[in-house]
């Protein structure tokens, strides 16, 4: 089945650690994009990436960081410089000229 | 600036009962898509429905129709027959950018809860 993958679905780290959250995709999209999600909250894009070896920052990227190395991969990495990373975060691919994203069940970061 | 507004944070219906969710939006493109899309407690992001603007006709998707209004940009969600399974928070959202910056905007969302 095509789809995308999130691993883990929750993850419990330690103040000042970093973190990478996994987001594979085998729909061969060539768009992935990364979101974080407060309690009631919307969307708010953190990264997103059209193509191998680019990315973009989104409205949110301070403390965050990506890599595209491959098609299907786009992992996240939460550093220690992030100042509230406790969310719930969803990994998105798209088709580039289709537009609508597919999404990942998500992972869940507590961070104490 | 490119914007989404969903007016509505909290809606509630009887089950069978029909419901509207607004959503209005601010582009100054002249071709592009819009998107509903309903995420239930478990979650999961799930396209609902897709409109494309230069279509005069409004999408539908079973339960699901959308009332599309291009000179005013509105984009509204009709859910017919509503059922338990459709509670759920609901977001619309629509493209910006372009090239290596094509990405969606989405709306804050409206939490719609179907009542038994």
């Known amino acids: 089945d095509g789809g995308i993958t999130q691993s883990p679905k929750y993850l419990f780290r330690k103040e000042g650690q970093n973190v990478t959250l996994s987001c594979e995709q085998n729909l061969n999209h060539d768009a992935m994009y990364w979101y974080r999600q407060d309690p009631g909250q919307g969307l708010r894009l953190i990264y997103y990436?059209?193509?191998?070896?680019?990315?973009q920052k989104g409205d949110i990227a301070e403390g965050y960081s990506v890599s595209r190395e491959k098609k299907e991969s786009f992992p996240l990495t939460v550093t220690s410089a992030q100042k509230n990373p406790t969310a719930f975060y969803l990994c998105?691919?798209?088709?580039?000229?289709?537009?609508?994203?597919?999404f990942g069940p998500g992972t869940r970061l507590t961070v104490t | 600036a490119q914007t989404v507004t969903q007016s509505q944070p909290e809606m509630s219906v009887q089950e069978a009962e029909t419901v509207t969710l607004s959503c209005t939006y601010d582009?100054?493109?002249?071709?592009?898509?819009l998107f509903w899309y309903k995420q239930p407690p478990s979650r999961q992001m799930i396209l609902v429905i897709r409109?494309?603007?230069?279509?005069?006709q409004n999408a539908t998707e079973n339960r699901f129709s959308v009332n599309f209004q291009k000179a005013a940009k509105s984009f509204s969600l009709k859910i017919s027959d509503s059922q338990l399974g459709d509670t759920a928070m609901y977001f619309c959202?629509?493209?910006?950018?372009?090239?290596?910056?094509?990405?969606?905007?989405f709306g804050k969302g409206t939490l719609l809860t179907v009542n038994p």
């Open positions: 998105a691919s798209s088709s580039y000229r289709a537009g609508e994203q597919y």
């Open positions: 409109q494309e603007a230069y279509k005069q």
């Open positions: 959202a629509f493209p910006t950018g372009g090239g290596s910056n094509y990405k969606l905007t």
């Open positions: 582009t100054s493109e002249s071709n592009y898509y």
């Open positions: 990436s059209q193509i191998v070896n680019d990315f």
